[in-house]
């Protein structure tokens, strides 16, 4: 069941996809979010970071399984998708080292790196709330347009126009990795929960595409639409071609 949350603004749909997060946490201490990167999450960990810090919600016993990282950085290359999260929102909470995972983009064996990092996922039984950005070719993680709906981890090779988008946080263009490690479809929508967030015009006619088009590898979010349990928080920028009918009604 799709159920679509229409915001005012950007800090309005950071502001209601943090409230889904932290009703997770506080339904299920313990629970597994698989988080993302991107510019769309930023506002949520914000947001987050705040109601931690006046004592709202407690991060102790969380684990976090992010969804995908680059090829080749290492930890500390500030492009790096740990680094983000590290930068963004690890930093200021109190989520367990040991309890936070991002695929080993320093580790060029991709076999090994993808075998582990479902071993991870299954270890500890699997993500109970996956938060989602939307690429503007309609990926999701790093799964492009023409990935298989039933791979696990596995190693990509980015779309021109991902890498497109992406340059805007390298020096050069030529910085910007080729390949990147995923979590795969079949993970995400194993997943209990998917909060999928989008703001700003350049999503609204893919989230579109996806949310309401037919279900095809071509555009990877439309398999979301299959998902059983799927929230969509969307500001009204990226809400604009989305049916009417659907609005959940926001003043
Ligand atoms: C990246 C990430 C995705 C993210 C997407 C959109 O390529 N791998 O997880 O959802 O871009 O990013 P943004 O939120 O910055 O638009």
């Not at 799709?2 to 749909?13: G, L, N, P, T, V």
């Not at 988080?35 to 947001?47: F, N, R, V």
């Not at 983009?105 to 699997?126: K, M, P, S, T």
């Amino acid at each position: 069941m799709m159920k679509i949350i229409r915001a005012k603004s950007y800090q309005d749909m950071s502001r209601k996809a943090a409230n889904l997060i932290s009703a997770q946490v506080i339904m299920k201490p313990h629970c597994v979010l698989g988080l993302a990167t991107g510019s769309t999450p930023e506002g949520i960990y914000k947001q987050l970071i705040d109601w931690y810090n006046k004592d709202d919600i407690d991060f102790s016993q969380v684990t976090s399984i992010n969804l995908d990282e680059y090829v080749g950085l290492t930890h500390d290359h500030d492009q790096s998708y740990w680094y983000f999260m590290q930068k963004h929102f690890f930093q200021y909470i109190n989520i367990r080292p040991d309890h936070i995972f991002v695929p080993e983009g320093a580790n060029l064996n991709a076999d090994e790196v993808c075998r582990n990092y479902d071993r991870i996922i299954q270890r500890f039984g699997g993500i109970d709330l996956q938060l989602l950005g939307i690429g503007v070719d309609g990926h999701i993680g790093f799964n492009e347009p023409g990935s298989a709906f039933e791979l696990g981890t596995h190693k990509v090779r980015l779309q021109e126009s991902t890498i497109q988008a992406n340059k805007r946080f390298f020096a050069h263009e030529e910085d910007v990795p080729k390949e990147a490690y995923t979590m795969g479809i079949k993970t995400i929508m194993q997943a209990h929960k998917v909060l999928l967030c989008a703001s700003g015009t350049a999503k609204a006619a893919i989230l579109r595409e996806a949310l309401y088009g037919p279900v095809t590898p071509q555009v990877p979010a439309s398999i979301l639409q299959m998902h059983p349990d799927l929230t969509v928080v969307v500001d009204q920028e990226a809400g604009a071609c989305l049916p009417q009918e659907d609005a959940d009604a926001t003043a």
